[in-house]
């Protein structure tokens, strides 16, 4: 059974979205962030994270109660409190017909979607209806393996990619009821990287398969520098800023599976968070469970046959210097159904400096930094969550006071 572990101390969730309270760039905050939270050392007679990882979802479905370390607080778990989140479901296809009206309208939505809560859905995307299912049922085909052939892309410890199971790997309470599949995408050069990953790590069985998610990924590419010129559009930004600023990116794409659950109101498939990256492509089945936080009332998203959900993460919001906001939102389980979603984190290119657009850089609600330096701060320092970015601009530069304190406590010694 997954290791007994000491309570992560993780901050309370504001009941709203934070980035709503978004100040000017406040270097005088408190002091930088509780120390890395990794998974303690397995306790005497504990299993190790390999056990753990073994013992966990993967196993459970068949137990009448969840272990202990999968059981949330209630602040996290409470149940969603109103009716589903009434959001727009933009055709993006206007990008490409001319219809000037059509695209003023799609503007318009998008903007008070993002400068709210950061979720809209997008119609006429273009994205291959066989493709889309294709990918869904490729999800259930690998989850679907032996626990030992999915260990063999287990997760390379400090990175994202690979297959976790609970992330009992990583965390040792709060563990999330679902296993994911995440690896990276981008198309600098002519390998496909998504097709090698899939044959290198799972052999050549596995080929099909990645060639599968090689093309949706080059599909969401293309989806997400369409939606790019859309925010421009909407936030009246030069034209090309985003496009050009993702036209080198580097994303990572994430299968997440949800057993059915035996306790599903006392655990949460993906806890309350923010994206850290810069903006989302969900693909979901018709199961739903996707929730957004808005005005303290967790708001279903209801899967709309064909569309794709689209969430502002952290690094838009410093992207927009606030403007658009990157939204607390989580995925809960059910007691009968597995649920598939494809998440495709749309991410800057390593090393690109993330800096809003002169037009809108006054007064700087978040300091310069890299993609590379806040993936890093997620996988090896700090569980993302809803004050990711705050956390991380803390890290990234101590407040005035704790430097001088170092330097005193230096001196002394
Ligand atoms: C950069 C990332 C970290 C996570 C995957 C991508 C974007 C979303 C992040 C995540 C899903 C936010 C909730 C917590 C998390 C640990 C998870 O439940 O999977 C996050 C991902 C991660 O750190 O692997
Ligand atoms: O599965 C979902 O509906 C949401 C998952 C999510 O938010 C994430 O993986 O970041
Ligand atoms: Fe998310």
Redesign the pocket.
């Known amino acids: 059974m997954v290791a007994k572990a000491a309570a992560q101390h993780q901050p309370s969730h504001p009941t709203h979205c934070p980035a709503a309270a978004a100040a000017p760039m406040d270097t005088t905050t408190g002091p930088a962030p509780a120390p890395p939270v990794s998974r303690p050392a397995a306790p005497p007679g504990g299993i190790d994270a390999a056990g753990a990882e073994a013992a966990a979802v993967c196993d459970l479905r068949k137990e009448p109660k969840i272990p202990e370390p999968f059981v949330w607080p209630n602040a996290d778990a409470r149940p969603a409190s109103a009716d589903a989140l009434d959001m727009p479901v933009v055709d993006v296809g206007v990008l490409r017909n001319g219809d000037a009206a059509g695209l003023r309208r799609a503007a318009a939505q998008v903007a008070a979607a993002c400068a709210t809560h950061g979720f809209f859905q997008v119609s006429g995307h273009g994205v291959d209806a066989a493709l889309a299912r294709a990918a869904l049922d490729g999800a259930s085909e690998f989850f679907r393996l032996p626990l030992a052939e999915k260990r063999r892309a287990r997760?390379v410890p400090g990175t994202?990619s690979g297959y976790?199971s609970a992330?009992a790997d990583?965390?040792a309470s709060k563990l999330?009821w679902?296993e994911?599949l995440?690896f990276g995408f981008h198309d600098r050069g002519d390998t496909p990287v998504v097709a090698d990953y899939f044959a290198s790590t799972l052999g050549q069985d596995f080929e099909p398969l990645g060639r599968v998610y090689q093309k949706y990924c080059e599909e969401m590419k293309e989806l997400s520098l369409t939606i790019m010129e859309l925010l421009e559009l909407s936030l009246g930004v030069e034209r090309g800023y985003y496009r050009e600023f993702f036209a080198d990116s580097s994303s990572?794409m994430?299968c997440?599976y949800y057993p059915p659950c035996p306790e599903p109101e006392r655990t949460l498939g993906?806890?309350?968070?923010?994206?850290?990256?810069a903006l989302?492509i969900l693909l979901q089945d018709d199961v739903g469970g996707l929730e957004v936080l808005v005005d303290g009332d967790w708001r279903p998203v209801n899967p709309v046959p064909g569309a794709m959900v689209i969430n502002i993460?952290d690094t838009f919001m410093a992207l927009s210097n606030g403007r658009y906001k990157s939204c607390l939102h989580r995925a809960v389980v059910n007691r009968r159904q597995e649920r598939r979603s494809l998440?495709f984190?749309l991410?800057p290119r390593e090393d690109r400096v993330v800096r809003p657009p002169p037009s809108a850089a006054t007064p700087r609600h978040y300091p310069d930094f890299t993609w590379a330096d806040?993936?890093r701060f997620?996988?090896r320092h700090y569980?993302?969550?809803t004050r990711?970015l705050d956390a991380f601009t803390r890290w990234l530069a101590p407040p005035a006071d704790a430097a001088a304190t170092a330097q005193q406590l230096e001196a002394a010694s």
């Open positions: 997760r994202v976790t992330h990583r965390f999330p679902k994911t995440s990572i994430r997440n993906t806890g309350p968070h923010c994206d850290p990256t989302t993460g998440a984190f991410c806040l993936m997620t996988q569980r993302a969550d990711t």
